[in-house]
């Protein structure tokens, strides 16, 4: 009616509680204007009715939610309903119809191309598609507590532009005008009203802040997990399971009761938003060609309080978790099992791996089922068991407690050759089979020859300003 769009005409209530079905009173009081002006009391009757006699709001819920810029291919086209649908508020689930998109749908960097803003939005089961609950109808959405634009603005079934994504029934990509988010989240909350998933009577009524991402600088949509409140135990699941994108941002949050196990079984992205707590056990396992990254360089932290055990022989794992339990690499790629993060103990299984450390490992178990492994270390490791039997020995090559050396086993003799180190290594020890015993040095006390005859276990240990760092090497085939 002539009133300015910008300003606050309309709030939305939420009860502290859900109502029961019945008659409730709303009662406005003391509100006032910019200028001081206060209305008088009013009063509204409200009637809580389920629908249909069956639930409302149950376990039907969405599990992520994003928003980009987003270029397509052909700069010239428009975004309206032409070609689209007949109706102008119903939005299209027939992808041959999306003639105007391109696989090339992708959030724009530099927002030179820019065509349209995007929300993504992942539900947990398939959606209605075709009533008036239909998660396509545009009347089913505020954004910011207003209609989306009528101009400009489309829905369509699926995630644009993401293969095997564009045609699920459980997700949706609303097409905005260019500029409608302004590059912010902050100020952006969008209102799901009356939506209906495709099988049954779950309605979902819900109200959201949409996170604008700047992950669009390589292009590789990133999705997070929904979440006001904290983030549970179903949502993290269900998130690893059904949200098909490269990297995940979980909301932070405790998820698991202890005992949980939890599962990944493609290679994803597993990043915080918050603090996370995995409360209990996270299994990888997949065969996906790729790299898995556990946890933001510089982030708030994910804490693993049980283990963590992997098992993706084409990928590359990095941790920058912190694991209370055990890590065990059961079979990663030859490219690595890479720690950034907080290991009490690391168990490797993987017969042909290597290991690189940056981070802090209090144990090292290397099984009698390796044959082939490089253990760099730039960080902190504590004692380092070795129980292979490998014919030329184990080589590691890293810094521990800020020494770095390296060991090479010539014939029966192990060399271990510390680099000029300023005088900070001391008191380094050895023993073979638990017997002290002195070994030639040379090279200024740089390098030291162990005879390995008749030996199953060799033990070194040394102190970097009262640190002592303890490697225990195995059988070397004598």
Known sequence: DGEDANRDFAMIVEPTKTLADGTWKLVVRELSDDVGNTMSTATTTLTIETKDGGPVNTDLAVLAIDAHHAVIDDPNAAFDNTGITDDPDVGTDDPTKRDWMSEDFNADADNTNDAADIIHIIFNEDMDLVSDNSVLRKANYRLNGEALPNEGTNIVRGIVGEDGLETVKNAVTIILPDGTLDEKDEDHMITLINLKNADEDDMLNERLQIPYDSHSTDNDPVMHIYSLAAVTTDSFQATLDEVQ??????????????????????????????????????????????????????????????????????ATVINRATVNGTATITDVSNNTFENEGTITKLVVDDAKTSVKNSGTIGEVVINSTVNDITFENEGTIGNVTDNTSITGGVTVTGTGSSVSYETEVNGNNLVVTFTDDNNKRSDVEFSKDGAAFAPATAVNGLEYTVDLTGATKVDMKYTVDGSVTSVVYGVYGN
């Open 245 to 314: 994108f490269e990297t995940l941002k979980i909301a932070a949050g405790t998820a698991g009761d202890g005992t949980t196990q939890f599962n990944l079984t493609r290679v994803a992205d597993i990043f915080e938003q918050g603090a996370l707590n995995i409360d209990g056990d996270l299994v990888i396992e997949t065969t996906q060609t790729g790299t898995i990254e556990i946890g933001t360089d510089g982030g708030a932290g994910i804490t693993i309080t049980g283990d963590l055990t992997v098992n993706a022989p084409n």
